[in-house]
């Protein structure tokens, strides 16, 4: 079964500093969904990612999808206490990474 | 446009008891799905309904159960409830038409805290 592994776990930035993370699959990615949850509460869908080099915005994130490195990356410039939370990527509805819990200090 | 809702947002069960927690689509939308999320598992399917019927389902064991009624709204019984069960569940809607392009969104989710 598929797996997806995100790196770092958690990450801790100073305000303004740029920040990516990572969502490896253990299998071909043929689409890739990236999320942001505040702590106990539900997921907000960030992007939606459906094929190799693929690259999308919105405001300060950007997310690109490596298909030959089973890969995406979540990129945020100029972060904001408001970009903290958890990170999560998302294939096909039933598979999530582990997570990336981020802290953005003013 | 309503985003979709659980009901309840929080609740306090003893071992042993049964939960059946609740949830409302976004309108138009025909796919309904359950995770569960705990700190130790992260976020894990459940099972999804489509047009009253589970169309995939996740590795639960049988005390999980859902059932979709005919105005796509959900509901999710848990039986027999053990102390392992204390997780946020969160249901999320899609239109259900199937593919790459669907998008999913989430309710903000019911705790369960069994005691």
């Known amino acids: 079964s598929q797996e997806l592994e995100q790196s770092p776990q958690s990450l801790i930035v100073q305000e303004g500093k740029n920040l990516t993370i990572n969502c490896t699959s253990s299998?071909?990615?043929?689409?890739l969904y990236w999320y942001k949850q505040k702590y106990g509460e539900g997921l907000i869908f960030l992007m939606m990612?459906?094929?190799?080099?693929e690259e999308k915005s919105h405001e300060k994130i950007t997310a690109k999808l490596d298909e030959k490195k089973q890969q995406s990356s979540l990129h945020i410039t100029a972060s904001q206490p408001s970009h903290a939370g958890i990170y999560l990527c998302?294939?096909?509805?039933?598979?999530f990474g582990t997570g990336t819990r981020l802290k953005v200090l003013a | 446009k309503a985003g979709v809702t659980q009901t309840p947002r929080y609740l306090i069960k003893t071992r042993g008891q049964q939960v059946t927690l609740s949830c409302s689509p976004i309108?138009?939308?025909?796919?309904v799905s359950w995770y569960q999320q705990t700190p130790g598992q992260g976020l894990q399917f459940l099972f999804e309904?489509?047009?009253?019927?589970?169309?995939n389902k996740g590795n639960f064991p049988g005390r999980f159960s859902g059932r979709q009624f005919s105005n796509s709204r959900s509901e999710m019984n848990v039986s027999t409830l053990e102390l392992g069960d204390s997780a946020l569940y969160l249901c999320?809607?899609?239109?259900?038409?199937?593919?790459?392009?669907?998008?999913?969104?989430f309710g903000p989710g019911t705790r369960l805290l069994v005691l």
């Open positions: 999320a809607s899609s239109l259900g038409a199937g593919g790459t392009q669907e998008t999913q969104y």
């Open positions: 299998k071909t990615l043929y689409g």
């Open positions: 990612l459906q094929k190799g080099g």
């Open positions: 998302g294939a096909a509805f039933s598979i």
């Open positions: 309108s138009g939308h025909r796919s």
């Open positions: 309904y489509f047009s009253e019927t589970q169309r």
